[in-house]
């Protein structure tokens, strides 16, 4: 399973840092054939010292760990729903991502020109989201507007559609992401239908910089009004420095330790970034480990067994006849899947398992 995340800003808020220092960890491409080969879009592994205790304890040949899409956007600029920069471009390369980043200065620096003349998140959170919003409105008006046909002659599934979309438009219309419209479960999957931009799930990244005025450090105004923005949203963020993760970015995990520490930010929010959008697409990893290979792999929370065995392969599904499961606590209290089923903590599971974060399963099917 690959799922993708869109890096978006404003020219000169760090976004093109940011996804060169996401992308410094590459992983081998035999691993996960389904992923696209292009310049814009970099497969990140998932941080995971789970993964890396059973590698050691298995002496496995091969470790893979989970893996992020990450896709370089373009940058956007004011107007960009009316077709101003790469307007159209942009917003078609967002609707493709299942999730957004959405990247945002925090760091007042002279010699790093602000597009509009001076660093305010806010104002930038604004025009971001306002053009999503203003592209979504279209979309929905359009899909209401060819909707009226079957509405007039009574279509129920017309009419409910019409209904539903009418809300969000409600929620576009007042300023707000589509996202913030009241809906059910069963009206929520046919807004999904049209696949809007502001439905989808938005991480907030505020990029600072070593040596700069850092307005979380200051805690500035702006950064006040940031943080009341997050909770008036319920919304998620993380906060980088990219600049320092670039200029890091080829040398060892001990290295990169000792020059975080000289710069005085041992967090270097990278990796909060990347768990982070992992959990906000809804999904999880599982294990299988042996002398081969300790592999994560993703399917999203709430999978059964079966579900969770199409990872590995699609016949794994059709064909399971049962899993044998054990917690990543319960592994490592034993070291060995062997001894795991000597001492009582593999069991069985059948179909209607719902797999659990972290589990270590083998699967038996026909």
């Known amino acids: ?121 806010m104002s930038d959170i604004e025009v971001i989201n306002l053009e999503l919003i203003m592209a979504d409105q279209e979309t929905v008006a359009k899909r209401i507007s060819n909707l009226e046909r079957d509405v007039k002659r009574g279509d129920k599934e017309a009419v409910v559609e019409s209904e539903v979309l009418t809300k969000v438009l409600a929620t576009l219309e007042s300023g707000k992401l589509a996202g913030a419209t009241e809906l059910t479960k069963e009206e929520l999957l046919l807004a999904k239908g049209l696949h809007l931009l502001t439905m989808k799930r938005i991480l907030y990244v505020f990029n600072r910089k070593n040596g700069a005025f850092n307005l979380d450090e200051q805690n500035d105004e702006r950064w006040q009004e940031l943080m009341s923005f997050i909770e008036d949203n319920n919304a998620e963020y993380v906060v980088v420095d990219a600049g320092i993760e670039h200029e890091l970015k080829d040398l060892a995990e001990e290295e990169k330790t000792d020059f975080r520490r000289e710069y005085g930010t041992l967090d270097s929010g990278i990796d909060s970034l990347i768990t982070a959008c992992y959990r906000l697409l809804g999904l999880m990893s599982f294990y299988t480990t042996g002398e081969k290979e300790t592999r994560a792999w993703t399917v999203k929370q709430g999978s059964t067994a079966p579900e969770a065995g199409a990872a590995i392969h699609t016949d794994f599904k059709d064909k399971f006849i049962r899993a044998q499961v054990v917690s990543f606590e319960d592994f490592v209290g034993v070291e060995s899947m062997a001894k795991a089923r000597e001492t009582g903590k593999l069991r069985t599971e059948g179909k209607e398992y719902v797999v659990k974060d972290n589990d270590i399963i083998e699967f038996m099917h026909s």
């Open 1 to 121: 399973m690959s799922l993708s995340v869109g890096i978006v800003g404003l020219p000169n808020v760090g976004k093109s840092t940011l996804f060169n220092a996401l992308t410094k960890n590459t992983v081998p491409m035999e691993n996960y054939p389904f992923c696209t080969i292009d310049p814009t879009v970099g497969v990140v592994p998932v941080p995971d010292k789970k993964l890396e205790t059973l590698n050691k304890l298995s002496g496995s040949e091969k470790m893979v760990p989970a893996i992020v899409e990450f896709v370089d956007i373009a940058g956007l600029v004011r107007g960009a729903s009316a077709g101003e920069g790469l307007g159209n471009k942009f917003l078609a390369n967002i609707r493709e991502v299942d999730m957004i980043a959405e990247v945002v200065r925090i760091f007042e620096d002279e010699g790093v020109h602000h597009v509009s003349g001076a660093v305010d998140p």
